[in-house]
């Protein structure tokens, strides 16, 4: 167990939705990753907030948005979903802003039918 | 351009066997490296790291990973495999001057009795 969780664990939508997926990191650390996994894709980074503040950007589409609120934990949403959407969807936290060392949650799958 | 690279996609062995999983990078500087495994539903769990020092690194579960600056190469290895390390294994750097992981393709991992 990392200490970071994340909720929901699996969730089903439909092509057009929008949903949120929620991340609390482990007891202080500041900062928060998001992360995609897809089979053709592979694992890619998403966005990075550090202390309530967008530090870093990856390959997010226009489409998603994140933000990480005063007590730390972080929401991603997602919307106008599409087929393409459906994945593993990780969120990582670490002490710092630096990534050099992260612990990541168990994820959630997200399908998108 | 950047990219880590794992050569192998698929790797069998037998139980008790040795093991040894490729890495490569091509970044200007020496990044940080890290190895970590993700079991079959479940999240990334963080193996081992180098970030300077001892070009040979002990991990967790008697993983160890050597650091080979004149190869750009940090390939993973287990004198003695168990069948709990059947799982996906991911090579993962972070540039020294950047702030984000980049994450290898992984390297799915058969044990057979």
């Known amino acids: 167990d990392s200490g970071v969780t994340q909720t929901p664990k699996h969730l089903i939508t439909a092509t057009g939705q929008r949903v949120t997926l929620r991340c609390s990191p482990r007891?202080?650390?500041?900062?928060v990753y998001w992360y995609q996994q897809s089979l053709d894709q592979g694992l890619q980074f998403l966005i990075q907030y550090y202390n309530g503040e967008e530090r870093a950007k990856g390959n997010i589409l226009e489409r998603f948005s994140a933000q990480q609120f005063p007590d730390l934990h972080s929401e991603l949403n997602l919307s106008s979903l599409e087929l393409g959407d459906s994945a593993l969807y990780f969120c990582a936290s670490s002490v710092g802003g630096r990534a050099n060392e992260q612990y990541f949650g168990p994820g959630t799958r997200l399908t998108v039918t | 351009a950047q990219s880590v690279t794992q050569p192998d996609i698929h790797i069998t062995v037998s139980e008790g066997a040795s093991l040894e999983l490729r890495c490569n990078y091509s970044?200007?500087?020496?990044?940080?490296l890290f190895w970590y495994v993700q079991s079959p539903g479940q999240g990334l769990q963080l193996l081992l790291k180098?970030?300077?020092?001892?070009?040979l690194v002990q991990g967790i579960k008697g993983f160890e990973a050597e650091f080979k600056r004149s190869q750009s190469s940090f390939n993973l290895r287990k004198p003695s495999v168990h069948w709990s390390d059947a799982a996906e294994y991911f090579c993962a750097v972070v540039p020294r001057t950047g702030n984000q992981f980049y994450f290898g393709t992984g390297t799915s991992l058969t044990v057979i009795p």
């Open positions: 180098y970030f300077s020092g001892d070009t």
């Open positions: 970044y200007g500087a020496t990044p940080y």
């Open positions: 007891s202080g650390d500041l900062s």
